[in-house]
């Protein structure tokens, strides 16, 4: 099976001055702005950072579920976040880490089991593997 996904960006400007806009093709993002204010300078608006940890913690968050399905558990809740850090290396800029925090309600599961399978989730997401030049933390908990 192959699945192929869209997402488009339009620019305007130079890098300092200029705009872009950020479309996705399934519609949750359509035009959405973001910019160097946005991304450098807090201003509001949208970054590739956070859109990479968004799709990496959704990527994670799925691989759990399918972790905990194999091993016979169903979660009741999970709640996940990541922090992508940019810095400035020699060069330029690089994404130097991802810190994934799930916070997760599982009944019946043991903390080990629990922690062991969403370890194995991190490593296996398809997200994962592709940003596995970066290094990566998880913070995973049962609540």
Same mark, same amino acid.
């Given at each position: *099976? +192959?699945?192929?996904? %869209? #997402? @488009?960006?339009?620019?305007?400007?130079?890098? %300092?001055?200029?705009?872009g806009?950020?479309? /996705?093709?399934?519609? &949750?993002? &359509?035009?959405?702005? =973001?910019?160097? &204010?946005?991304?450098?300078?807090?201003?509001?608006? @949208?970054?590739?950072?956070?859109?990479?940890?968004?799709?990496? #913690?959704?990527?994670? /968050?799925?691989?759990?579920?399918?972790?905990?399905?194999?091993?016979? =558990?169903? #979660?009741?809740? *999970?709640?996940t @976040? &990541? $922090?992508?850090?940019?810095?400035?290396? $020699?060069?330029? !800029?690089?994404?130097?880490?991802? +810190?994934?925090?799930?916070?997760?309600?599982?009944?019946?599961?043991?903390?080990?089991? !629990?922690?062991?399978?969403?370890?194995?989730? +991190? #490593?296996?997401?398809?997200?994962? %593997?592709?940003l596995?030049?970066?290094? *990566?933390?998880?913070?995973?908990?049962?609540?």
């Open positions: *099976m +192959k699945i192929n996904r %869209k #997402a @488009s960006v339009g620019w305007e400007g130079g890098l %300092k001055d200029g705009r806009t950020i479309s /996705t093709a399934s519609g &949750a993002l &359509a035009d959405y702005p =973001y910019g160097f &204010a946005s991304r450098f300078e807090g201003v509001a608006g @949208s970054n590739p950072e956070e859109l990479l940890g968004a799709a990496h #913690a959704a990527c994670f /968050t799925m691989a759990t579920s399918l972790a905990l399905g194999n091993a016979g =558990y169903t #979660a009741e809740r *999970m709640d @976040s &990541a $922090e992508v850090t940019l810095e400035q290396v $020699e060069g330029g !800029f690089a994404i130097t880490g991802i +810190k994934l925090v799930m916070r997760a309600r599982v009944p019946n599961i043991e903390d080990r089991q !629990f922690r062991e399978l969403a370890e194995t989730a +991190k #490593a296996n997401c398809p997200l994962s %593997k592709a596995a030049s970066v290094p *990566m933390t998880l913070d995973a908990e049962l609540v």
